[in-house]
Nanobody, 123 residues
Framework: QVQPVESGGGSVQTGGSLRLSCALPAFTYSGNYMAWFRQAPGKEREGVASVCPNGRTEYADSVKGRFTISRDNTQNTLLLQMNSLKPEDSAEYYC?????????????????WGQGTQVTVSS
């Protein structure tokens, strides 16, 4: 495995929950900054949540209080728990690793990307 692999996307109704998981290569996991991004059709890829090795997290304002990012160090896995989902959360969600700036939500600071997993929230 040489790149992150996301899973857990799907279709839910407004107010539902999904848990995204990202399996990361060991060389991108240890001591690295990681994050979740999303991209809706016709829009730029935006940062959703990031986590630093010390546990510090950052969230986009649009998801604060609804999404939780976490790391499972035993499995080299990055997680994103998404609750109270809204139609505007619909997008392709990407896992990113190898960040060069602590807990950044800017896509320009990440070197390793997964292929994405689709999240669709219907009203």
């Amino acid at each position: 495995q040489v790149q992150p692999v996301e899973s857990g996307g799907g279709s839910v109704q407004t107010g539902g929950s999904l848990r995204l998981s990202c399996a990361l290569p060991a060389f991108t996991y240890s001591g690295n900054y990681m994050a979740w991004f999303r991209q809706a059709p016709g829009k730029e890829r935006e940062g959703v949540a990031s986590v630093c090795p010390n546990g510090r997290t950052e969230y986009a304002d649009s998801v604060k209080g609804r999404f939780t990012i976490s790391r499972d160090n035993t499995q080299n896995t990055l997680l994103l728990q998404m609750n109270s989902l809204k139609p505007e959360d619909s997008a392709e969600y990407y896992c990113a690793a190898g960040g060069t700036v602590a807990c950044s939500l800017s896509r320009f600071y990440y070197n390793f990307w997964g292929q994405g997993t689709q999240v669709t929230v219907s009203s």
